[in-house]
């Protein structure tokens, strides 16, 4: 080992504090680089060998009653590697304990158990067998909500008929992977139940027709071509318009919550290592500072001032390599685990973990250049040092008035505040980095934690401002508004209002989406059309009104037309203008009024679901009555919409925070307790002589520590306003057409991101004052400057 080496590691040892430090920051940044990434990519690898597996469709299509005969039609499609058809309803479920009762989307499977496409993983019992029509799979997420094992039974309520229904199995799907009622998953009022084709063609009188298929296409085949090929042969039989897999409600929600960890892997890692190279430099250009004579020796002996500055960059790239080894090790660990925990939120029957190369040397290669380029000033002023001039001591500062002395207040400050004010103004560039390192860590907090604030004001717009109704009952099939005097007459409805959706598909030139079409009537007072600051907006006789999201995709503006392709029944494409944008922050979204809608379907007064107030006190004797209802298809609960949506959300948001907490915490610590050394490095003889002048231990800390008080108070306004913008970015970063997060920060979340810095700055600062409380005078005061 040469001498420059050993040199080396007593460095590192006799600074291990301030090396542990920069490592922490450093490995935090490493850390959230291979956690997002690697479980980003995990997650997705995962699904694509589900879809593979288990064949999951390509393309999806619905109609009211088609021939069985068409389905060879279908597969002759060019590009059509294989098509499958099927009978998709739903059933009102009667389940024993459970006064609310729950939804039960049924779909059939091939009698001879050969599913071609969307195969299920069994996971328990068998399938379906031949003859049995009440036996049935249901997905193992609603078997596990309600304890039940293969032998169990429950009711149901299929096509007016109630019926026992049997368990003989439980399984998975790559077709509901992600199923959702109410915006959000409910295990608990949401089932899929897996029956035969015969019984479900004999109970909904489809015998040797189907009204739904999937289809799978050939390699490269883009989908386009085979949805119109598919529109054109359902057409004749009430099809609604074909889609692909991107529109598919399952894979569109995976795909938005997968998606929001790539914000997280933009946002995070640049803070980190941004920090860590500016502590970096902060502690190497204090280590060159107090060993100017050892570099004079080294180039008086025959060291070249490239291998001075080989010797300090190596000190830089092991401490990086210290933080890239602790952030690979945590960023691989938590990746398995936020893998897991993804795994099991959405059920999937397997887990693939596999951390690529790539993000390993990604995160080496960055991290080690961040050290470097945060080095790179001390490095060069270190080598240009001439050895006459480093082995003399350094120039004393140049001494002048200062800006401000003069005022008249300024006497009549405490010498210590005076000394400390003095520190700050006469190293600039040093205050401001230490403040923007403070201000990081604030913004991180604030950045994170306005998620909080969002998913209120999320819950209070949706389910208070604008959707106030108790529940909405749905039909199986559209009713005449006549028929709310019936819905107006169950037990516990206090108020009814009527809603027609109609499937369709918005066109603005080649820009296209397929969403429902909702009509409302005018003045409703159950569900409203509300803008940003909570005014309701009132629907227009005429038009359409689009939601901001739908309108900016389509690239569309009040007082323009939009293309409207109507999917239901009457296939047929006509031109509305748009009379007013909302915004909403949960999907795409285009509305009628009511009357105007039915009469662009021409059609008379019709309705598909009703928007129900609810006297409390009798919920239950409602419950009943509608699992009798042979109209009803499912009831949707606005209570217990907003529980699933806080208990979801809340769980997500409480695992990400808490460690967003923990990683602003270290950079924050990083940045005070390094300042606080280097500072006590570089005045050690200064304080120890106020102290045998008298100052008390406090009056000294004081000194040291109330330059980093007064700098993190001023990083606060600023960390305010840097969180602001990375709030921003996050929402942006994480919007989809499915979610946009409001940017909403409250006064608290300003509060509690400044109090968690203050106490992690409070920390570090404790533990440097134990050194000043430890100064040797006598050693101290021998030390040459």
């Known amino acids: 080992m040469s001498a420059l080496d050993r040199k080396l590691m007593r460095d590192l040892v006799r600074l291990w504090a301030q090396v542990g430090a920069i490592s922490l920051v450093m490995a935090a940044g490493v850390m959230t680089l291979v956690l997002t990434v690697g479980a980003q990519r995990s997650l997705f690898e995962t699904r694509a060998a589900y879809y593979e597996r288990n064949a999951f469709a390509d393309v999806f299509a619905e109609a009211t009653r088609a021939p069985e005969s068409l389905q060879q039609r279908i597969a002759a499609l060019p590009g059509v590697a294989a098509a499958e058809t099927r009978i998709r309803e739903r059933a009102v479920l009667d389940i024993e304990g459970m006064a609310e009762p729950a939804l039960g989307l049924l779909v059939s499977v091939p009698d001879d158990g050969v599913e071609v496409l969307n195969r299920l993983h069994m996971r328990a019992g068998r399938l379906p067998a031949p003859g ?104 004749p039989y009430g099809g609604r318009g074909a889609y692909d897999r991107e529109d598919q409600q399952s894979h569109a929600f995976l795909d938005s919550e997968l998606n929001g960890l790539r914000a997280m892997s933009y946002v995070l890692p640049p803070i980190f290592l941004l920090v860590a190279a500016f502590l970096v430099n902060m502690i190497l250009s204090r280590l060159i500072a107090l060993e100017r004579e050892q570099i004079g020796l080294m180039k008086a002996v025959g060291y070249s001032g490239a291998a001075v500055a080989w010797h300090y960059m190596k000190l830089v790239i092991v401490i990086a390599l210290i933080g890239v080894a602790l952030g690979l090790a945590a ?47 001390a490095v060069r002023a270190a080598a240009g040092l001439p050895p006459a001039v480093a082995m003399r001591p350094p120039a004393p500062p140049r001494y002048r008035r200062l800006v401000g002395v003069g005022l008249p207040f300024v006497p009549r400050l405490p010498r210590t505040m005076v000394m400390i004010g003095r520190n700050v103004v006469r190293r600039p560039l040093r205050a401001f980095f230490t403040t923007l390192g403070i201000a990081l860590s604030v913004a991180m907090l604030v950045g994170s934690l306005f998620a909080f604030d969002a998913v209120e004001m999320l819950i209070d717009r949706t389910f208070f401002g604008s959707e106030r109704q108790h529940a909405t009952i749905s039909f199986v099939r559209k009713q005449p508004v006549a028929a709310l005097n019936e819905i107006g007459r169950l037990p516990g409805v206090l108020v009814a209002e009527p809603a027609r959706v109609v499937s369709a598909r918005l066109r603005n030139g080649p820009v296209e989406r397929r969403l429902a079409l909702t009509g409302k009537p005018a003045g409703s007072e159950l569900s409203r059309l509300i803008d940003t600051e909570g005014h309701e907006i009132a629907l227009p006789g005429e038009g359409v009104v689009l939601t901001a999201a739908l309108a900016g995709i389509l690239g569309i503006r009040p007082g323009e037309s939009v293309e409207i392709e109507l999917m239901e029944e009457r296939r047929e494409t006509v031109w509305v203008p748009v009379s007013a944008i909302v915004e909403s922050y949960i999907g795409l979204g285009a509305y009628m009024e009511i009357g105007a809608l039915n009469r662009l379907m021409r059609e ?134 499915l979610f946009r997060i409001p940017l909403v920060i409250e006064r608290a979340t300003y509060g509690w991101a400044s109090l968690v810095v203050l106490a992690a700055s409070a920390f570090s600062a404790l533990i440097v004052r134990r050194r000043v409380d430890r100064l040797n005078l006598i050693e101290v005061l021998k030390t040459r400057e």
């Open 604 to 737: 008379g007064a019709f309705m598909s679901a009703a928007h129900v107030t609810l006297d409390p006190a009798r919920t239950d004797a409602l419950y009943a009555a509608v699992k009798t209802l042979p109209m009803v298809g499912s009831i949707g609960l606005q209570r217990v919409a907003v529980q699933n949506f806080r208990a979801t959300m809340g769980e997500n948001l409480l695992t990400s925070m808490s460690v967003l907490v923990a990683l602003a915490a270290i950079i924050a610590f990083g940045v005070v307790y390094n300042g606080a050394r280097i500072q006590l490095s570089e005045q050690g003889r200064e304080l120890a002589s106020l102290r045998v002048l008298g100052f008390t231990r406090a009056e000294v800390s004081w000194i040291l520590l109330g330059e980093f008080a007064l700098l993190t108070l001023l990083a606060m306004p600023l960390g305010w306003a840097l969180g602001w913008v990375m709030a921003l970015a996050m929402a942006e970063g994480q919007a989809t057409e």
């Open 132 to 235: 049995h029509p009440d036996e049935v799979v249901v997905n193992e997420p609603f078997a596990a909500a309600h304890d039940f094992r293969p032998g169990d039974t429950f009711g149901a309520v299929v096509n007016g008929r109630k019926r026992q229904l049997r368990i003989v199995g439980t399984a998975l799907s790559p077709e509901f992977i992600y199923v959702v009622t109410d915006l959000m998953p409910d295990n608990r009022r949401l089932g899929v139940v897996w029956m035969s084709r015969e019984a479900l063609a004999a109970a909904f009188n489809l015998d040797g027709a189907f009204n739904a298929v999937s289809v799978r296409l050939l390699r490269d085949q883009p989908a386009e071509p085979v949805i119109d090929g598919i529109d054109r042969l359902l057409e």
């Open 331 to 377: 960023g691989t660990m938590l990746g398995r685990g936020l893998t897991r925990l993804y795994g099991e939120f959405f059920h999937f029957p397997f887990l693939i973990f596999r951390m690529s190369l790539d993000v390993y040397l990604l995160a080496v290669t960055v991290s080690v250049g961040a050290a470097m380029l945060g080095a790179l000033r």
